[in-house]
Every structure is written in C-alpha cells, then in structure tokens.
C-alpha cells in the first residue's frame, strides 16, 4: 500500500511543527535558502537581503524617535517648572526678587 504524501515519524505526535527563527525573512517572510545570505539584524532576526534588513532598521529608527519625542513631551508635563518675577529695583538700588518657585 503506497502512500501519496510522505509522512515522517518524529516521535511525539501531539507537538506541532514550530518553524525555526532562520526559516523566513523576518520582514517579508520569504523563505531563507539554505546555500543563500542570510543577513541579521539586533542578535538573531533573520533577513533575505539588505533591503529588507534596511527597511526594518529604519523602521525601529523611526518608531524610537518617536518614542523618544512622545516621551519628552510627557516629561515636561508632569515636572513642575520654576517660576520667578523679574528683579525689581527698590530705592536704595538692591535687586530684590519676589515670586513664587516651585519644586517638584
């Protein structure tokens, strides 16, 4: 009896086949050759060409300089900033500051 789909005996039949890291590009999800380039990015992610490599650190790059402006902006609304009167001059010419400074 001939089968027409090959069917491997891995041992365990419960557990699914959970692809390996290097088996696609990370960003198009091409599948990587085995005698091709594979070009990584940030430890292990894995790419089919510098293109696409290219494209994801611009990504990151964009979305951290997001970050970071979205971060200062929420910095400078929570810190207290101090607040002072200008110099007032009195009549025997001493600068005198009056107002309120606030510390957070």
Known sequence: MKKSSAVYYTGCEEHQYQPHFLDACFLCQRP????SD????RG???FCSQECRQEQMEMD?????KWKLSSKKSSKNTHRTKTETPA???DTNKAVRTGTVAVS
């Not at 990587?32 to 005698?35: E, F, I, K, P």
């Not at 790059?61 to 300089?65: Q, S």
């Open 32 to 35: 990587l050759g085995h005698n």
């Open 38 to 41: 594979i070009f990584m990015y």
């Open 44 to 46: 292990n992610t894995p």
């Open 61 to 65: 790059e964009a979305n951290e300089r």
């Open 88 to 90: 007032k001059e009195t």
